[in-house]
């Protein structure tokens, strides 16, 4: 039987796992594609004692984590959320990343989002699939990134 899927707020309970998390994505070079911060002990500790209006989630199995995910964009008045997500890549291929975006799709609908946005490197073909599956809509490369936007 698969193990349950939660997903939490991030908060000091999640610092030192963070941390971890955010060291591997630097050892595995897995910023490549997802860059919104350093990943390092001091966001992690940043995000841990965070209290603004944006939401940064982990994703996790029996208090593991395997994803993380944030929107964003609040806390400087945009009324359009930018979404970000990634899959811990030991556990990419499960459905995982698909989950975690209805969840935040939900999420930021519960707040009064009527779109969500975000942006994607042209060559990360994965995500731009799973993104299209999930109804977003792409716009011409800005900067080297696809801006994408979905409807809530």
Request: aromatic share 14%; proline share 5%; hydrophobic share 35%.
């Amino acid at each position: 039987m698969p193990k349950k899927i939660q997903y939490c707020l991030i908060d000091i309970t999640w610092i030192d796992k963070l941390i971890c998390f955010f060291e591997m994505i630097k050892s595995k070079k897995e910023d490549k594609y997802f860059h919104p911060h350093p990943f390092d002990k001091l966001k992690a500790e940043e995000l841990g004692h965070y209290k603004g209006n944006d939401f940064y989630f982990v994703q996790t199995r029996e208090r593991q984590i395997c994803g993380y995910g944030m929107l964003r964009g609040w806390d400087e008045g945009f009324p359009i959320p930018s979404l970000g997500i990634m899959i811990h890549p030991d556990h990419r291929g499960e459905g995982l990343g698909e989950q975690f975006l209805d969840f935040l799709h939900e999420q930021a609908g519960q707040k009064g989002a009527k779109q969500i946005r975000l942006k994607v490197y042209p060559e990360n073909k994965g995500a731009i699939a799973l993104y299209k599956k999930k109804g977003y809509v792409f716009l011409d490369v800005k900067e080297g990134q696809l801006p994408g936007y979905a409807k809530l």
